[in-house]
């Protein structure tokens, strides 16, 4: 299928793009008592991203059209932001907690146990350590790698 209105490409691309940051993950902010839903990737980032996958497509195969996939982090991903979160807290004269980090993620409270994975994770990977390896788990405090304590 060959697009001979370049009007009709621009406009089809733009609808594919307000599709896709419509079901892409949104944070909920609350301001002065209102709620708004903030999609997590700008909409004109999402609007290139599809106008090149339309735009770089091969017309002649059938059947395949482009697909845009947004993947959720991986292990080495999680790994590097529990470091740098640590690094973040450690300048600012804190630690990283289990609370500090879902927080940063915007992990429900039920969801704790991920979070405490993915510090076990950063743990067992060497990114960050224990501030006190003699604390409580629920007290446990974390510094990145390098800190002096």
Known sequence: MAFNNEKWLIAYSHAQAVQTVGSTA???VIEQALRRSVPMFPELAVRELVANALIHQDLFVTGAGP???????????????CYLHACLKW??????????????????EKNKAAVSRYIR????????????????RKLMKYVPFWAKV
């Open 121 to 136: 994770e950063a743990v067992e990977d060497g990114a960050i350590k224990p501030f006190d390896e003699g604390a409580s």
């Open 26 to 28: 949104a944070n909920e």
């Open 67 to 81: 697909m845009v996939e947004i993947n959720e982090m991986d292990k080495a991903d999680r790994v590097r932001a």
């Open 91 to 108: 300048v600012m004269r804190d630690y990283l907690t289990n609370a500090s980090l879902r927080a940063r993620f915007g992990v429900e």
